[in-house]
């Protein structure tokens, strides 16, 4: 999952942020509505966290701005304890919730759990591969139903691979779903990320194949990946 923030505030984004990676969601930062804009006309996201009182563009014409694009991204607005006002509008603008100043952290990830399982469709989604089975809401990924100990770069690259099974993924690509801006990553780190992949879901009959010079390849099982839905419980 990788989410975009968007805040003003230095300590309030760098505290949001570091949380945010330690959860295993890839972050990336701005800190002005206009940076906010122009990213989000170019680049993928899986939430949009948007403070409404940003430089250079409000966040109101951010979001405004983002739905006239017919974008359907999951927001969670961020606003002053005061500003009813601001939330009303928000909301009738297409934000998907939002939380007042200050709040707690805790409710703060529960709400990005939910926004994310809404994006996915609504709840866990699940990618079967042969043996392999990946949770993409709760980043957990089982193998003969044996839990995997993958890091959450770990879990990015197998998540990448998994959604193009079949079909050669670049080091580039991997770089932009892996990274954060903030963070120069080498090509000879994807590689070491890569082979410890590897070596822990080798076992299971899985391979990721190397193409030189170009990049890699989940390969395929006889039944093709697959993404479902489990339907909803009763209560």
Known sequence: MRILLAEDDSVLADGLTRSLRQSGYATDCVKNGLEADSVLSTQDFDLLILDLGLPKMSGLEVLQRLRARNSHLPVLILTAADSIEQRVKGLDLGADDFMAKPF?????????????????GGG????????????????????????????????????????????????????????????????????????????????????????????????????????????????
């Open 104 to 120: 707690a952290l805790s409710e703060l990830e529960a709400r990005v759990r939910a926004l994310t399982r809404r994006g996915a």
């Open 124 to 235: 866990p989604t699940v990618i079967k591969h042969g043996p392999l089975t990946y949770d993409q809401v709760g980043r957990i990924a089982y193998i003969n139903e044996q839990m995997l100990d993958l890091s959450a770069r770990e879990l990015g690259l197998l998540e990448v691979l998994l959604q193009r099974s079949g079909r050669l993924v670049s080091k580039e690509q991997l770089v932009d779903h892996l990274c954060e801006w903030s963070e120069e990553v080498s090509n000879n780190a994807i590689e070491v990320y890569v082979h410890r992949l590897r070596k822990k879901i080798e076992a299971g009959g899985l391979r990721i194949a190397t193409v030189r010079g170009l990049g890699y390849c989940l390969e395929k099982f006889p039944e093709s990946a697959t993404v479902t839905t489990p339907p909803p419980t009763a209560g």
